[in-house]
């Protein structure tokens, strides 16, 4: 019998990006706002990690942060929490802000400007399948690049066939790009990283030094949605493909 998944129960949700390669359209509106097939690419994210079972998710905010808390006033599940940002903090800046919010335990974080379809099985429950916390630190949904729609790139990252992960090189190609969602040890954040503003892939490093950083390869679709022809080549697709679902 295969042991019971544990779904994290808090997820950190990044929203506090400026968007600025999506102008026009975050002139009056923050990105994770913008709608993909009529809804916020934020909704997209907090109805993946509600039908997960989180229960809880913290959301930061900075530029236009205010439209964002405003559009979450109503959302029952998951429980949001915010954590608005006076300076943008970056990635990793982000999450060591929020941590009196998150807890202890391993969590979710997800970017809130990403769109993905799931296969066969939920990716979020995937990782919470593979997420191992005595050997892994942090494991990152990962998408082949050749596979990604909207990326164009050099990839992130190479994976061993345990899924140990190896940075690329300067200038080298890497088969498999971050996909935007992963689970993470929240310590990882706290007493190892600079104040202020810092990216997560200083704790992606420090753990592939460890040996404890692992990815999982996603086996559904996968939008880099990060300019308005992104966002047109992403609908015309998902409209042509027939999968309006991803809107409900």
Request: hydrophobic residues 45%; proline residues 8%; negative net charge.
């Amino acid at each position: 019998m295969l042991p019971p998944v544990r779904i994290p129960r808090t997820a950190m949700v990044l929203a506090a990006g400026l968007g600025l390669r999506m102008r026009p359209l975050t002139l009056d509106r923050p990105k994770p706002l913008i709608p993909v097939l009529g809804k916020p690419m934020l909704d997209h994210a907090l109805d993946r990690l509600a039908e997960a079972g989180v229960e809880t998710a913290v959301v930061n905010n900075h530029y236009l942060g205010g439209m964002i808390e405003a559009h979450l006033a109503g959302r029952a599940a998951p429980v949001i929490v915010h954590s608005p940002e006076s300076v943008i903090l970056e990635t990793g800046g982000g999450v060591k802000k929020a941590l009196p919010l998150l807890g202890g335990a391993p969590v979710y974080t997800v970017n809130a400007d990403i769109l993905w379809l799931d296969g066969p099985v939920p990716a979020l429950r995937r990782l919470a399948r593979q997420w191992d916390p005595e050997t892994m630190d942090a494991l990152l949904l990962l998408m082949a690049t050749t596979k990604s729609v909207g990326y164009e790139g050099r990839g992130d990252y190479h994976m061993d066939p345990l899924g140990g992960l190896t940075r690329r090189a300067e200038r080298e190609l890497a088969p498999f790009v971050f996909a935007g969602v992963q689970i993470v040890k929240p310590e990882l954040f706290a007493d190892a990283t600079p104040d202020g503003a810092f990216s997560t892939n200083l704790i992606w490093d420090r753990a592939q030094e460890a040996g404890r950083l692992f990815g999982l390869a996603h086996d559904g679709l996968w939008f880099h949605i990060g300019t308005p022809d992104g966002l047109r080549e992403a609908e015309d697709l998902l409209a042509i493909g027939g999968v309006r679902a991803v809107a409900h």
